[in-house]
């Protein structure tokens, strides 16, 4: 318990960089040192465990989730070892699951094997047909991935893993919506999520920041729901689904994304770093913030993140966004907020609300969704109202 009689805030994802090497260099990447093959210690994943295990804010259960870098340029071996680190540990009653983001270009049968047996729930970024995705995700040599993709994406479906993919959108694929669904239908993927290219980290500015973007996203989302998804062989799109867990949501006002809650995520770099809100957050700087590394796993403990006192100045700021979001935005109930990490990128500070990515995110999406409703599910969504 708090000192204000609450549960303290239930960390839902601890999120590891294993190392910040990629094998491919994505032009809309974040990351900054991609080129950098150190790796995560033993001893550093130890201490991570126990302070994770002993931590006021994991209750029930915690995923693991390996990311900001190319998680499986480590092989089988570093993760049977990484995982027997992290296990070997009195969780108690929590429910302990891992998952990784992969490029794909590296799966083969003992990747595909190991997966099933230690259950890890496995995703795929991939851009849609060769034409759109080779445009964006290259390797090291400059030259297109998707061949290789495809195969590492057909062997997870062979062995059984069907990967929800995860598509970034650019101002290219706003032309060829009908190639782009229908690319993901013939492949037989079940579900696929929507990032629209965003400003971030690294990567300053966007494609889709430019005028009549937001119009243009728009018809490629009405065309999409208009081919199908979720049945006539399409897949399910994941924004829709969530849109439709948070219609239903009774207490709309209470609603909050897990990335701008304290200890709700919290973000390890490969030395032993950590952070908390947006995992973007973990290697980005600012002119008055410098990091935000809130300690280190080896010298301070976890649970002790509130007494840094950075993270009681970014947090308060945060927090002030969120509230400019709840008081003068009509689709809170379907963000909560908005995210960190897109606010300081693309405005230099967190205290605010509107952002470009948060309209082509959440607002051009849950207006379409929305008319979508009315026009197939009639009264379904009649009760909601969202002013820009």
């Given amino acids: 318990m708090t000192a204000d009689g609450h549960d303290p805030t239930l960390m839902q994802l601890a999120i590891i960089q294993a190392s910040p090497f990629c094998n491919i260099r994505c032009t809309y990447c974040y990351l900054p040192d991609r080129g950098n093959s150190e790796v995560i210690s033993l001893e550093t994943l130890d201490r991570i465990a ?41 969780w108690g009653d929590v429910r302990l699951s891992f998952s990784m983001q992969t490029n794909a270009m590296m799966v083969n049968d003992r990747w595909c094997e190991f997966f099933r047996e230690n259950d890890v729930r496995v995703g795929v970024s991939l851009d849609g047909p060769a034409f759109l995705h080779d445009q964006h995700r290259l390797d090291r040599a400059g030259r297109g991935t998707f061949a290789r993709v495809m195969r590492g994406v057909k062997m997870l479906q062979a062995a059984g893993l069907d990967p929800p ?49 937001e119009e243009e996203y728009r018809r490629f989302l009405d065309e999409i729901l208009d081919m199908g998804i979720g049945r006539h062989g399409y897949p399910h799109l994941r924004e829709y689904d969530n849109f439709v867990k948070l219609l239903g949501a009774r207490k709309a006002d209470d609603v909050q994304a897990h990335d701008n809650v304290p200890m709700a995520n919290v973000n390890f770099d490969y030395r032993g770093n950590f952070s908390t809100f947006s995992p973007e957050l973990l290697t ?50 379907f963000c909560g907020g908005g995210s960190p990490s897109n606010k300081i990128s693309e405005t230099g500070s967190f205290a605010v609300s509107e952002t470009q990515s948060c309209r082509l995110r959440v607002k051009v999406p849950v207006s379409a969704f929305l008319d979508f409703l009315q026009q197939h599910s009639s009264g379904v969504s009649s009760h909601v109202r969202v002013e820009a």
């Avoid at 782009?180 to 629209?196: H, I, K, M």
């Avoid at 080896?298 to 947090?315: G, Q």
Wanted: aromatic share 10%; charged share 25%.
């Fill in 165 to 213: 993919i995860i598509a970034v959108v650019t101002e290219d694929s706003l032309r060829h919506a009908r190639e782009f669904w229908q690319f993901f239908a013939d492949l037989g993927v079940t579900s696929v999520g929507l990032n629209p290219e965003e400003s971030e980290g690294s990567h300053i500015g966007s494609s889709l920041f430019n005028r009549g973007s």
């Fill in 50 to 90: 126990s302070e994770l295990a002993a931590s006021r804010h994991v209750r029930d259960e915690l995923t693991i989730v390996w990311h900001a870098g190319e998680p499986l340029s480590l092989g089988v071996d570093f993760y049977r070892e990484a995982f027997r680190v992290l296990r070997d540990r009195d």
């Fill in 284 to 333: 980005a700087h600012h002119e008055s913030y410098g990091n935000f590394l809130f300690g280190n796993i080896l010298t301070d403990r976890l649970d002790d993140i509130v007494k840094d006192a950075r993270f009681s100045a970014v947090n308060a700021s945060v927090q002030d966004g969120v509230a400019q979001c709840k008081a003068e935005c009509g689709y809170y109930r």
